[in-house]
């Protein structure tokens, strides 16, 4: 089991910056994926980006309301927690912020279905 707790949101107007924590516990293994993604109001829920609990290799969603070059994802060693910086914040990313872990770890999923464990979600709202 692992269990994943965030932290970080709040309200910020665009342009803004914030950042979200994920703290993990219980079976943080290195080859554990961990993700970020978002769910806006009347919205299915879409990834934003994956990288590894033990760090390295990153994936950020490439879509229409691209987070390339905006969002890092990255571990904190110190806190032992997996960080999503978000900058140059927008209205559209106005949604609720899911930290997730997929177990299997054999690559970085995209998919939710790939995920095994989920945290309670935190709410990040951008006001224009």
């Known amino acids: 089991q692992v269990q994943l707790v965030e932290s970080g949101g709040g309200l910020v107007q665009a342009g803004g910056s914030l950042r979200l924590s994920c703290a993990a516990s219980?079976?943080?293994?290195?080859?554990?994926?961990m993700g970020w993604f978002r769910q806006a109001p009347g919205k299915e829920r879409e990834f934003v980006a994956a990288?590894?609990?033990?760090?390295?290799?990153?994936?950020?969603?490439d879509s229409a309301h691209s987070v390339k070059g905006r969002f890092t994802i990255f571990r904190d060693n110190a806190k032992n927690t997996v960080n999503l910086q978000m900058n140059s914040l927008k209205p559209e990313d106005t949604a609720v912020y899911y930290c997730?872990?997929?177990?299997?770890?054999?690559?970085?999923?995209?998919?939710?279905?790939?995920?095994?464990?989920w945290g309670q979600g935190t709410q990040v709202t951008v006001s224009s």
């Open positions: 219980g079976r943080t293994f290195s080859n554990l994926v």
């Open positions: 990288t590894r609990w033990s760090g390295g290799n990153t994936y950020y969603a």
């Open positions: 997730a872990a997929d177990a299997v770890g054999t690559y970085l999923p995209r998919s939710a279905r790939e995920y095994d464990y």
